[in-house]
């Protein structure tokens, strides 16, 4: 599942928080920051967890503000490890 996020999502620990969140869950995948100040990540593993972390995305962590979340469905890509990039 792909995840890009918009507000005030950069600056914020919003990447920080996703990939501990991802990582207690045990999901594959990656968030960075996009040049755009929007937020992208990628989630792969059981669908149940994916969905929490989708739902996480939508809220983000205390100091962030979400406006929007596009969520676009992907074949598994085979990520190993949730990274953090950008």
Request: charged share 30%.
């Amino acid at each position: 599942m792909r995840v890009v996020v918009t507000g005030r999502v950069q600056g914020v620990f919003f990447r920080a928080s996703c990939a501990a969140a991802a990582r207690r869950l045990r999901l594959d995948g990656f968030v960075r920051n996009l040049p755009d100040a929007r937020v992208e990540c990628a989630f792969e593993g059981v669908d149940r967890d994916v969905d929490t972390m989708v739902d996480w995305c939508r809220r983000g962590p205390e100091m962030a503000r979400v406006d929007a979340v596009e969520v676009t469905s992907e074949p598994l890509a085979g990520e190993g490890g949730f990274l953090v990039t950008g």
